[in-house]
Nanobody
């Protein structure tokens, strides 16, 4: 059974960095796009970034462009989200998810994804 496990969250000061990891067990990810999403208290879940199955294509929400970088290591069955220049508005629970279809283009729409991790908390505060 597929399991996605996020890690790497924590408390960081504004301007700091974190690297999130999304590790899969039960199935390989190398044929699927992976997305990162986040949900802040009182807000809807939103797409942050996504990456195609081989890593050739990526996309980012406007709010994180130039600050976040998504990458993947299919040999390790893991996808990463490097987050730099963090702001208080980045505070949220971050989730990774696997695309419904094989070899799909990366998307920031939640309905394109079927398997989700449990989330990792990122708090940006001084």
């Amino acid at each position: 059974q597929l399991q996605l496990v996020e890690s790497g969250g924590g408390l960081v000061q504004p301007g700091g960095s974190l690297r999130l990891s999304c590790a899969a067990s039960g199935v390989t990810l190398d044929d699927y796009a992976i997305g990162w999403f986040r949900q802040a208290p009182g807000k809807e879940r939103e797409g942050v970034s996504s990456i195609s199955h081989r890593g050739a294509w990526t996309n980012y929400a406007d709010s994180v462009k130039g600050r976040f970088t998504i990458s993947r290591d299919n040999a390790k069955n893991t996808v990463y989200l490097q987050m730099n220049s963090l702001k208080p508005d980045d505070t949220a629970v971050y989730y990774c998810a696997r695309s419904r279809r094989r070899q799909s283009l990366p998307s920031l729409f939640m309905n394109e994804y079927d398997y989700w991790g449990q989330g990792t908390q990122v708090t940006v505060s001084s």
